[in-house]
């Protein structure tokens, strides 16, 4: 039986915001398939099929990527740098989706290559909604193209 292939990707090192996250999308009737990596490092690994996704064709049909800034091994500037230029990666959306509010971090993201700057509210019900409209927006009405 063939692995079903993710449309959302979400790179995040903080587990709890990663489960917390899973259950807004769920709730907001975001049903789509959502791969979870930890660092940067395994972002990459699993976007060109590396390492520990060797030999696992990554069949293009993330919808969306949904990055955090700050991680170990390999930050999210450095994800959103080398997937931006990788021309396989041309149309993929990617959504910064950070606790930074910094002023310098989203003028770099952005010039960088991100489609959108979203700071994390503390509030879980407000995280909730920031993630599940941008999720809605990325994945229900947003036209990728898939490669």
């Known amino acids: 039986m063939p692995e079903i292939q993710p449309e959302i990707l979400m790179v995040e090192d903080n587990p709890n915001d990663a489960e917390l996250s899973l259950l807004a999308l769920k709730k907001a009737g975001i049903n789509n398939v959502v791969k979870i990596v930890k660092d940067g490092a395994e972002a990459l690994e699993f976007l060109f099929s590396e390492g520990k996704y060797a030999g696992k064709q990554l069949q ?46 989203i003028v770099k993201a952005y010039k960088l290559g991100a489609n959108s700057f979203i700071v994390k509210p503390i509030d879980y019900s407000k995280h909730a909604a920031a993630l599940s409209g941008a999720a809605h927006y990325w994945v229900k009405i947003n036209q990728t193209l898939l490669s």
């Open 60 to 105: 293009l049909q993330l919808k969306v990527v949904f990055l955090d800034l700050k991680m170990p091994k390999i930050s999210g500037f450095q994800v959103l740098e080398r997937v931006r230029t990788s021309s396989q990666f041309d149309s993929l959306p990617v959504v910064i989706l950070s606790s930074s509010n910094v002023e310098s971090d």
